[in-house]
Each structure stands twice: as structure tokens, then as C-alpha cells.
């Protein structure tokens, strides 16, 4: 099954990523900021990261650095999901490794769309790692 860290501080976006990504019958895990998703990324080597940019202590811009720096983390993709839509942001977040930026709000259709266009195909049909 598909693993996917949802990194975001609002608990509505987490239980939203988890509903989407159910009917995908991929697997959430959830951190509540950057340094836990950093320390959650590196125990459980999810498929993909989604990752919120507006977050308390280590926004996600940081975190995103952290994540591309770190051995065990650095070829995870990225999936940048933010309700900011500064395309300075969304150049900065690509430069440093995101492999997608997804706006909020966002419908089911938009989200799916996103993570499937991330995930190798492969994972996708095999509903697990490659």
C-alpha cells in the first residue's frame, strides 16, 4: 500500500488528506509540524511527503530543506500544498526540491490529481513501492 506523510498543523487539512487519499486506498500518516514530520519521514520512509508551508515553529519551506538534506529523506517526493499562491514561493519550493505545489483550497478531484501525478506510475497500479 501506498504510504503517504501528511505534514500540516490543521487538523481539518490532515483529516481531509486522509479521506482523499482513502478512496485512492493509500495509507496517511500525520505530523503536526516540520521537525516532527522530519523525525516521522525518517522512521517510516513514506512514498510521499504532502507538505503545508504555513506552520508554527519550522514553516515548510525549512522543513522542505531539511527533508532534501537529510540521507534518508532526500528522494522522497515533495508535494508542496498551500494556501498561498505567491509564484515566488511556488519557484522557491521547485528550486529546492518540491516535485509538485498544490493550492488550497482544493477539491478531491484537484488533490488526487496532484499526488497521482507525483507517485510513480508504477506505484499507483501496484498499490506499492516500486
Excluded: W
Excluded at 107 to 127: H, M, Q, Y
Amino acid at each position: 500500500m501506498i504510504k503517504v506523510l501528511v505534514i500540516d498543523d490543521s487538523p481539518i487539512q490532515q483529516r481531509l488528506a486522509k479521506i482523499y487519499l482513502a478512496q485512492e486506498e493509500m495509507e496517511t500518516i500525520h505530523a503536526k509540524n516540520g521537525k516532527e514530520g522530519i523525525e516521522t519521514a525518517i522512521d517510516n520512509r513514506p512514498d510521499l511527503i504532502v507538505l503545508d508551508i504555513e506552520m508554527p515553529e519550522m514553516d515548510g519551506i525549512e522543513t522542505l530543506r531539511n527533508l532534501k538534506l537529510i540521507e534518508e529523506t532526500k528522494n522522497i517526493p515533495v508535494m508542496m500544498c498551500s494556501s498561498l499562491r505567491d509564484e515566488e514561493i511556488v519557484v522557491e519550493c521547485l528550486a529546492i526540491g518540491a516535485a509538485g505545489y498544490v493550492c488550497k483550497p482544493h477539491g478531491f478531484r484537484g488533490f488526487r490529481d496532484s499526488v497521482k501525478s507525483i507517485l510513480p506510475e508504477t506505484k499507483i497500479k501496484n498499490g506499492e513501492p516500486a
